[in-house]
Nanobody, 116 residues
């Protein structure tokens, strides 16, 4: 069993930055491919970014490329999402997702609100 805990969300203004953290407990974290998703009110959950087990490969949604950076520190069992140049359309609940083999886990989410 893996428990994921997101933190770092908050209320910011357009152009500000935030760093989200996803802390994991349980199994060997480096086995897990980790992704961030987000869900805005009235919209479906959408992919934001992902990182492979040892951080070699990363992927980003087009909407966040050049503004968001994903990274991980397996020694701390934590994945980060550095979000720069935040825009009102980035407002959403951000969720951490971890996958390995047949296992998949979700965190409870952290709210990010960007005011214009």
């Amino acid at each position: 069993q893996v428990q994921l805990t997101e933190s770092g969300g908050g209320l910011v203004q357009t152009g500000d930055s935030l760093r989200l953290s996803c802390a994991a407990s349980g199994r060997t974290f480096s086995n897990f491919h980790v992704a961030w998703f987000r869900q805005a009110p009235g919209k479906e959950r959408e992919f934001v970014s992902a990182v492979s087990g040892f951080g070699v490969n990363t992927d980003y949604a087009d909407s966040v490329k050049g503004r968001f950076t994903i990274s991980r520190d397996n020694a701390k069992n934590t994945v980060y999402l550095q979000m720069n140049s935040l825009q009102p359309e980035d407002t959403a609940v951000y969720y951490c997702n971890a996958k390995a083999f047949l296992f998949e886990y979700w965190g409870q989410g952290t709210q990010v609100t960007v005011s214009s």
